[in-house]
């Protein structure tokens, strides 16, 4: 990096990281006069035992709850003006988004859409829609339930139009969590496949924010450590999960996100398509590419593979090295090496090519990317 340059680095919100810290969600809510959140889930999570304990604490400390469950796997602006309507009926004071990257993303875009009553993709972030931020917004607090896109300490929702699929960034540094509850035990019962899938997004966050373009040695250091902890937790955190393994996962999967605020690349942009178009994990887009997008970035970065391969813990400290661990990895935590194994056809990569080149992830990839090494890459990894 250069030192003639005046950069800027932002850092988030408190966390109340350990295990049993969402038990603390009641009291934080009286200390702060919130007597009516609007608690933002999806359906499955809403039948978990722990979240009907969390329920059944505020009751008992008579505050007023309000679920809204009613999202999409891949979430659409309807869910989120549906949410508001429920926070506008139901005369809320804050929201609480609880659950995996879907729900919080939810959450995060109702905050937006309470005193921010334009159409909702005015404030997309990549048409400078975040100037149209400028009004007050609810007091919000998350609660992780997966270890993946760490989006519970973001600043940004993804939500996608309802009919042409098209993923859209709502951006602002006033969509940060007040606090974070970032409680391992809620993720001990995450079954193995949402564990390997959001555990391979959360490296990829680490490794893509890592290698990304901008200068930014604070989270470079955090996510080269964000590295080490997923490779000591997540084959465990699949296979035979406890409290250690999914805490590392959890913290990991949180700085992850902190370390992305530096930039994506060229795997989350393979990535970003396959969600919209297919309707596929986000996580398992990201777990099935990485390999073959950290394979693309070598040549030229050999250097940062190297500290790369020293926080794997890898002998042979090479690119290549890196990525036959990937793909070893992926096979311990039973991820498909082939997108061809999760129902992609070749008719399909034209227009996934097309959909790669327009995202938002790729311009901070340590090398640029073309239309056709996109083509290229999907049709490696077919
Ligand atoms: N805002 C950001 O910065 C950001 C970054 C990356 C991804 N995303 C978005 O996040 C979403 C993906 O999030 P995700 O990977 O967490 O998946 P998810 O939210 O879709 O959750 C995956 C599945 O796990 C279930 N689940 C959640 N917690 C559970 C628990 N504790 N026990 C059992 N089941 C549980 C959910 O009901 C769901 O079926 C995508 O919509 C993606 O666009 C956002
Ligand atoms: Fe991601």
Known sequence: MTFDTIYQYNFPTTIRFGAGTSKELGEYLLKNNLSKPLIVTDTTVAQLDFFKEIIDDLKRKNISIEVFNNIHKNPVKSDVYNGTEAFDTAKRDSVIGIGGGAALDVARAIVLRVNHREDLFKYDDLIGGDVYVTNDVPHFITIPTTAGTGSEVGRSAIIADDDTHQKK?????????????ADPLLTMDLPPFITAATGMDALTHNMEAYLAKMPHPICEGIALEGISLINQSLEKAVNSPGLQSRSKMLIASLMGAVAFQKGLGVVHSLAHPLSSLLDIHHGLANAINIPYGMEFNIKGFEHKFKRIAKALDLKDETGEAVVKYLFDLNSKINIPHKLSDIGVLPEHIETLADLAIADFA???????????????????AL
């Open 169 to 181: 960034i709502l951006f602002s540094p006033k969509l940060l969590a007040k606090i974070v509850f």
């Open 362 to 380: 790729h311009p901070n990839n340590p090398k640029p990317v073309s239309r056709e090494d996109f083509k290229r890459l999907y049709l490696k």
